[in-house]
Every structure is written in structure tokens, then in C-alpha cells.
T-cell receptor, first 114, second 113 residues
Framework: AAGVIQSPRHLIKEKRETATLKCYPI?????VYWYQQGPGQDPQFLIS???????DKGSIPDRFSAQQFSDYHSELNMSSLELGDSALYFC?????????????FGPGTRLLVL | GDSVTQMEGPVTLSEEAFLTINCTYT??????LFWYVQYPGEGLQLLLK?????DKGSNKGFEATYRKETTSFHLEKGSVQVSDSAVYFC????????????FGTGTRLQVFP
């Protein structure tokens, strides 16, 4: 079965650069969630989209923005990167919202900021 | 706000030992509860879930029961294997506005032959 696809899988950037992470949900899934997992930490919710509209917002820095496109894929844009942004970024997708549907996680994008 | 508390690790066991990883939660309403597993260098995999009180989730020999009276969702396995070595995250989703998942801090399990 098709899974959530994230690209790139690994990314190395310098401080103050920008990065774009992409997430392709499971076919027919209309809801996307982004999570950030720092080294040795638990994943923290950043932002979510349902039917191309932002549905919830967590601890996402103002330097980050995201959107969901008409084909339901999502992109997380990160600007003015800081060392502390080095983390594993997960995308998850589900069908619908608020109906206890299981979220399926992608393999993650590992971002290293030097 | 909602939160999940799980026992600190690492938990170190010999192969075929009995495993318990404690997890308690705080939430408004009636959350769904999950255990996710993260193998070294990999992403998050859903191990099991329970959506209402007294439900038992089970998968691959692991099981956990949704206990509303004690707000707990302890993970158990009768006989662990070396291949079970991973980090286990207890998590909840309260479905009030969205289905965002709130994770516990994770418990590292190390199983030795």
C-alpha cells in the first residue's frame, strides 16, 4: 500500500538559509500534519491542514510557514534557519478530521543546520 | 492542557522477559490513545491504539488497555525479543478541534540476548 512520502530525506543547510520540506499524503487523504522531533525528544505538533485550509497551529515559529496544495501535498517553508532547527520533521496524513481516523506517518526529513 | 506522562528509560531486559511501560494521561473529553514505536534511524510506526474506555489495543504481541478510571494506557508484552529494541511513545489525540497527536517523552527499550 502507498505510504506518506517526504522529500528530501536528508537536508543540510547553513544558518540563515531557507529550506523547503515536502510531504505527499497517502492517496485520498485530505488532512496533513507536521511534527518536529529534536534530538532525543518527543515529536511536537507544528501545524495541520484539512482540505487545503489550516486547521490547527502548534508551536511553529514565525519563521516557518506551510501550505497544502490542490493535490493535497503540503510544503513546510523554513527561513532564517537556526542551529536549533536541526531536527527530524515528520509529516502525517489522515482521511478527514475529528473522526478518530488513524494518522499515518512518513519516514521524516532529517534537517541539519550548520 | 492535554499531556502524556510515561516512565523514563532506558528499560533494559533480557530476551523473553516480561515488559511493562507505564503511561498515564491528562485530557479533557474522551481521547484516543496510542503507542508508537521508533526503531533506530527510522520514522514513527503506529503499534496499537484504543479509542474508548476498556478497549484493548494489540499488535505483534504487545497490548494496552484504555483505563479511564486510572487514566492509564500501560504497554505490555509477555516475552520481548532483541528486535523489540526501540523507543516507544505513548500518545493521545483528543479530537476536540483537530486530531493532532500529543506525545509522551518516549521510553527506550533495550533487549539483550
Amino acid at each position: 500500500a502507498a505510504g506518506v512520502i517526504q522529500s528530501p530525506r536528508h537536508l543540510i543547510k547553513e544558518k540563515r538559509e531557507t529550506a523547503t520540506l515536502k510531504c505527499y499524503p497517502i492517496p485520498r487523504h485530505d488532512t496533513v500534519y507536521w511534527y518536529q522531533q529534536g534530538p532525543g525528544q518527543d515529536p511536537q505538533f507544528l501545524i495541520s491542514f484539512y482540505e487545503k485550509m489550516q486547521s490547527d497551529k502548534g508551536s511553529i515559529p514565525d519563521r516557518f510557514s506551510a501550505q497544502q496544495f490542490s493535490d493535497y501535498h503540503s510544503e513546510l517553508n523554513m527561513s532564517s534557519l537556526e542551529l536549533g532547527d536541526s531536527a527530524l520533521y515528520f509529516c502525517a496524513s489522515s482521511l478527514g478530521m475529528g473522526n478518530q481516523e488513524t494518522q499515518y506517518f512518513g519516514p521524516g526529513t532529517r534537517l541539519l543546520v550548520l | 492542557g492535554d499531556s502524556v506522562t510515561q516512565m523514563e528509560g532506558p528499560v533494559t531486559l533480557s530476551e523473553e522477559a516480561f515488559l511493562t511501560i507505564n503511561c498515564t494521561y491528562t485530557a479533557t473529553g474522551y481521547p484516543s490513545l496510542f503507542w508508537y514505536v521508533q526503531y533506530p534511524g527510522e520514522g514513527l510506526q503506529l503499534l496499537l491504539k484504543a479509542t474508548k474506555a476498556d478497549d484493548k489495543g494489540s499488535n505483534k504481541g504487545f497490548e494496552a488497555t484504555y483505563r479511564k478510571e486510572t487514566t492509564s494506557f500501560h504497554l505490555e508484552k509477555g516475552s520481548v525479543q532483541v528486535s523489540d529494541s526501540a523507543v516507544y511513545f505513548c500518545a493521545l489525540s483528543d479530537h476536540t478541534n483537530t486530531d493532532k497527536i500529543i506525545f509522551g517523552t518516549g521510553t527506550r527499550l533495550q533487549v539483550f540476548p
